[in-house]
């Protein structure tokens, strides 16, 4: 994924436009004293918001642990880049930890500048008795262009697997009262050469549409993104492409486990899954730290890998996403 702004601000390009050589030290201190002043009023309306989660229901309690240990099985398949023999093991993996759940599949061939790649999208749905969806995803696929370079991807691919997995856990076997749940791992999420508009985000995309067409987007009241959740120093990045209300909604259910240090100390229209649907009007929020390593140093290098990672993290975000489909529940 990536981060946009003025400056062309992409999940891969964020934290290395502020380490870019050309850039003086003044402008990058300017630029990141600009964030950090405009995520200030953004937090000022955010407290207004919280009357929401003051109801006496129990915070939710993942497993970090067993969340951790699916981040350690995943890595340990090595490279998992689209097309590859390791891919065909993950998903087989994924599909075995969801026995007994409704599952489908969203497969089809993408073609992109590297040939043709197939590509599948897996759906878990846990049914709620209230009218809508509400859908969290993340991308199970490794970079391609470092496949030969022994990228694993622990946090960008591995993090975002294992939350997922440990999210159905948390679902399975309990009747929901609230919207139904749909789990998306996705696929073809990092690009085959270079992140532009169509050489990216392969499976969001061919799912946005093929639920545009049978009118599942207009069921969906929120959707969800979790990428590179694992980071041991978690910084989720407040993502402005995102619906102010949803941000502020997780900003609110991080509170209630007191882990707001944890959320939006910097802010950035970022480029990830949920692109596609927020093109289509679907309320989105990507939840994402775009600062792993001190400057995003370990994004997209072979030092993706599990020692950089912690099991509180995965606690924190996967405590605040359970506490949020709470509160979009009582909305
Ligand atoms: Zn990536």
Known sequence: MKLQSTLEFTKENIAQS??????PLWLKISCVVLLTVAWGDALAFSGAASDAS???????????KRAFEYTREVTAFGPRYIGSENHKKLERYIVDHLKGDE????AFTADTVEGKFPVRNIIAKFPGAKDGIVVIMGHYDTNYPLRNIGYVGANDGGSSTAILLEFANQLRGKKRDGYSVWLVWTDGEEAVR???DTDSDYGSRHLAETWEKDGTLKKIKALMVMDMIGDADLDIVRDTNGAPWLLDLIYNAAERGGYQSHFYATQGPI????????????????????DYGYHNVFHHTAQDTMDKL??????????????TIHLLDQR
């Open 18 to 23: 502020l380490r870019e050589p050309s850039w």
């Open 194 to 196: 270079r992140w532009s």
């Open 310 to 323: 912690s099991p509180k993290s995965l606690e924190i975000v996967g405590n605040t996403i359970m506490e």
């Open 271 to 290: 480029e990830d899954d949920h692109l596609p649907f927020v093109k289509r009007g679907v309320p989105c929020a990507d939840v994402i730290d775009l």
């Open 103 to 106: 599952v489908e599949d969203d």
């Open 54 to 64: 003051k109801d006496n229901a129990p915070l939710p309690h993942i497993d970090a």
